[in-house]
């Protein structure tokens, strides 16, 4: 058991402990008696024990991480994880198109004889399972590899039978290296586009294409580094985000699994095996701060909210993309407008009150400078005509008597009544309030009369 096993008997009363599969020896020191004491503990996690973790005494010797694109089973085994979120923090959900095993078929080709074959693969990359190629040729006995990745060739009795028969097995892929996007870095971008065009596919400009790394344990003198595998999942439908939304709870889309255009081996050099899987379940799932809103209208202190997605990434399933937010009755625009209307109406009616008052005290003073400027010219007689004769009637109030002819054309204006005091003390004579009139001007229809009569002076 090493030494260690030694280690852990003289502190464990001389007894072997054996720790479960995932956890490690680990040595520490007792603060209170300063001896060393031997745990199990488990490591981090996303890490597995290594094969010699009896030998190792820190998480840093005993542990180590899985790669990118895996996940840890029990600490023991790094696995192909179906939801993986990469280190720019694109998230992927490939549970679905990695529940199944597929199988494609290569190009037909025949032998010099005109003997029809064609390469078969078979690709799983669902934890725990294998797919199994077969070799049925070989005087009649029959024997099978299993792999994450195989080929096999499929050759037929002839051109018209359809019996087939099984031949030269090959593994592709034996374990998972990684799973990375393509914009994982710089220098990784670069050589993934040129190994795209190489075979036949466009571009990855935008980034989003995950790319599964596979490598096998056996090797050759063509491939001292073993064969390579590579499994390319590309968004299905990027041109059309709109449509791939509708059918993103569409389970059944497995998408179509595809050799590269311009090697129908599925392999340019002999080595490296590529890949294309493109579905619309292979599109990143949209992170909360890609989705752009739009506002609808607000009504009733509500309104509808719309979600869309980017381009580049698929609504999460069960998703809501409408919501309903409160809302003020007035946006701030609003409430910005009513206070400049409200601010300029309030400004007019306080001009329109000051010059009010202003054209009130206006008024006011030229109406007193008219009074004034009237009163002094005001004349206390009036002239009387050649044919006019002075008299007095019994009111004490002169008249002026003229013709008839004359006092055709005359007004008489009102004056001012005096009260008459009664002539006989004796009998009382109720005081008259009569009203106080201005002198009577009597004016002709023409402009040619414009003497004032004295005061106290009536027409006869």
């Keep these: 058991m090493s030494r260690y096993g030694d280690v852990s008997l003289s502190f464990m009363e001389r007894r072997c402990v054996t720790c479960p599969p995932g956890l490690f020896y680990e040595s520490r020191l007792n603060e209170t008696t300063h001896q060393e004491v031997i745990n199990c503990t488990a490591c981090p996690i996303n890490t597995i024990v290594v094969s010699d973790a009896h030998a190792a005494r820190s998480v840093p010797e005993a542990c180590i991480p899985c790669e990118p694109g895996t996940k840890a089973i029990n600490h023991s085994v790094c696995v192909i994880d179906t939801m993986p979120t990469t280190t720019n923090g694109m998230f992927y959900n490939l549970t679905n198109l990695l529940s199944r095993n597929r199988t494609i078929e290569g190009t037909k080709l025949f032998t010099s004889s005109g003997l029809p074959y064609q390469y078969e693969y078979h690709l799983t990359l669902n934890?725990?399972?294998?797919?199994?190629?077969?070799?049925?040729?070989n005087n009649g006995v029959s024997y099978a590899i299993e792999s994450l990745i195989c080929r096999h060739t499929t050759v037929r009795e002839s051109t018209i039978s359809e019996n087939k028969f099984y031949t030269q097995p090959l593994r592709l892929a034996d374990r998972l290296i990684k799973a990375i996007p393509t914009n994982y870095s710089k220098e990784f971008w670069s050589e993934v586009n040129a190994n795209l065009t190489r075979a036949g596919w466009t571009r990855d400009d935008i980034g989003t294409d995950l790319h599964y790394i596979f490598n096998t344990y056996a090797s050759s003198i063509n491939c001292p580094d073993?064969?390579?595998?590579?499994v390319t999942f590309r968004c299905g439908l990027a041109q059309?985000?709109?449509?791939a939304n509708l059918f993103v709870n569409d389970t059944r889309d497995m998408g179509t699994l595809e050799l590269p255009p311009a090697c129908p081996t599925g392999t340019c050099d002999g080595c490296?095996?590529?890949?294309?899987?493109?579905?619309?379940l292979a599109c990143p799932i949209c992170s909360p701060a890609q989705f752009k809103r739009f506002y609808g209208e607000c009504k009733y202190g509500t309104r509808y909210v719309y979600l869309t997605a980017p381009e580049v990434c698929r609504i999460p399933r069960g998703m809501q993309t409408r919501e309903i937010q409160p809302c003020p009755l007035l946006t701030a625009g609003q409430y910005v407008a009513l206070f400049l209307t409200l601010s300029i109406i309030l400004i007019l009616g306080f001009v329109i009150f000051i010059c009010?008052?202003?054209n009130k005290k206006l008024e006011y003073k030229y109406m007193k400078l008219i009074q004034s400027q009237e009163g002094r010219g005001q004349p206390t007689s009036c002239a009387l005509d050649e044919h006019e004769e002075d008299s007095v009637d019994s009111f004490g109030r002169r008249s002026v008597q003229r013709s008839s002819k004359t006092n055709a054309?005359?007004?008489?204006?009102?004056?001012?009544?005096?009260?008459?005091?009664?002539i006989n003390p004796v009998i009382p004579v109720p005081k008259l309030q009569?009203?106080?009139?201005?002198?009577?001007?009597?004016?002709?229809?023409?402009?040619?009369?414009?003497?004032?009569?004295?005061?106290?002076?009536v027409i006869g």
């Design 127 to 137: 934890y725990g399972d294998h797919v199994r190629c077969l070799d049925t040729l």
């Design 226 to 230: 073993g064969r390579w595998s590579v």
């Design 240 to 243: 059309d985000m709109w449509f």
């Design 272 to 280: 490296v095996y590529h890949f294309m899987w493109t579905s619309i």
């Design 356 to 358: 009010h008052r202003r």
């Design 409 to 422: 054309n005359m007004q008489l204006e009102p004056t001012s009544v005096t009260p008459v005091k009664a």
């Design 434 to 457: 009569l009203p106080i009139l201005g002198p009577i001007l009597f004016k002709k229809n023409d402009d040619q009369d414009r003497q004032p009569l004295p005061e106290n002076e």
